[in-house]
């Protein structure tokens, strides 16, 4: 899930979907979005000839983004930089493992091998062997998306989120005062 730019990592992505392919060719990668990198990722998803095993499902709503989850067993996030991806937050709050990649503050909310699994950015070797790894152990999926749920749920809350700011912004008011 996210705008097809650069900084999303798609072709990072479709290298590693290319070696997982290799390995459970029933594999399936959705992503849904749109950007203006669309065009160049479609010319390489035919270039790697992965047409069967990665599709481009555009924008979608809220709701239609929940089915998606729903339906889906790990959430790949390849991408180059980030903050911390709203779409990997939404993703564990519906209890799914993450791959991703260690871009901007994803390490913040993902610890390695609890919260979901980690590769270097650009590191599509990794993602490709941590996705193998989630796709043969349903256990491991299982664990791993709990513990990302139960996270994102303790420290993710909005009430918690509001509470953070005011207690920041209490503290800068104070500060300046003094």
């Not at 029933?26 to 095993?53: C, M, N, R, T, V």
């Not at 901007?104 to 062997?129: F, W």
């Not at 009430?159 to 500060?175: A, G, H, M, S, W």
Request: charge should be negative; hydrophobic fraction near 45%; avoid cysteine.
């Amino acid at each position: 899930v996210g705008r097809l730019t650069f900084q999303k990592g798609f072709f990072i992505g479709l290298l590693a979907m290319k070696k997982v392919v290799s390995t459970y060719p029933s594999i399936q990668w959705l992503i849904a979005g749109d950007g203006p990198d669309k065009e160049e990722l479609l010319f390489h998803i035919q270039q790697l000839q992965l047409q069967g095993y990665v599709s481009l499902a555009g924008s979608k709503s809220k709701v239609e983004l929940k089915k998606l989850y729903d339906t889906a067993d790990i959430f790949f996030l390849p991408s180059i930089y980030e903050g911390i991806a709203n779409a990997a937050l939404e993703a564990m709050s519906m209890q799914l493992p993450v791959v991703s990649a260690k871009a901007g503050g994803m390490e913040e909310v993902i610890t390695h091998g609890v919260k979901g699994v980690l590769a270097d950015v650009y590191d599509h070797e990794k993602l490709a062997e941590n996705i193998l790894l989630l796709v043969q152990n349903a256990e491991l999926r299982w664990q791993l998306g709990t513990a990302a749920r139960k996270h994102v749920v303790e420290n993710f809350h909005i009430d918690r989120q509001i509470k953070i700011f005011e207690e920041v912004y209490r503290e800068l008011v104070e500060e300046k005062m003094h």
